[in-house]
Nanobody, 128 residues
Framework: QVQLVESGGGLVQPGGSLRLSCEASGGTLNYYTIGWFRQAPGKEREGVSC????????VYVDSVKGRFTVSRDSAKSTAYLQMNSLGPEDTAVYYCALDRTGLFRPDQCTLARNYDSWGQGTQVTVSS
């Protein structure tokens, strides 16, 4: 069974950048969709982006378009979330997750209910 491990979180000043990694072990990602989510204190988990691992097709929610970039490295079984122009509103625990249905549903791929395997999360704090 594929397991996910996020890394790369930390403290960054407003306007700064971070790159999160989501490394998979125990299997291939080629048939799956990887979603990136975040959860701020007292708020529901929200999707920010997803990527179809086989061809790199990506969807972003409006709040991160132009600031966040998702990519993947097939050789390393790793997906990345590059976050630029970070603001305090981006402070949250960030998670990656797998949709193992093999279906890519652009209009639904940022919905947490479609994912059944989750990493442990990594904290991102944007503060001066």
């Amino acid at each position: 069974q594929v397991q996910l491990v996020e890394s790369g979180g930390g403290l960054v000043q407003p306007g700064g950048s971070l790159r999160l990694s989501c490394e998979a072990s125990g299997g291939t990602l080629n048939y799956y969709t990887i979603g990136w989510f975040r959860q701020a204190p007292g708020k529901e988990r929200e999707g920010v982006s997803c990527i179809r691992y086989s061809d790199g097709r990506v969807v972003y929610v409006d709040s991160v378009k132009g600031r966040f970039t998702v990519s993947r490295d097939s050789a390393k079984s790793t997906a990345y979330l590059q976050m630029n122009s970070l603001g305090p509103e981006d402070t949250a625990v960030y998670y990656c997750a797998l949709d193992r249905t093999g279906l890519f549903r652009p209009d639904q791929c940022t919905l947490a209910r479609n994912y059944d395997s989750w990493g442990q999360g990594t904290q991102v704090t944007v503060s001066s």
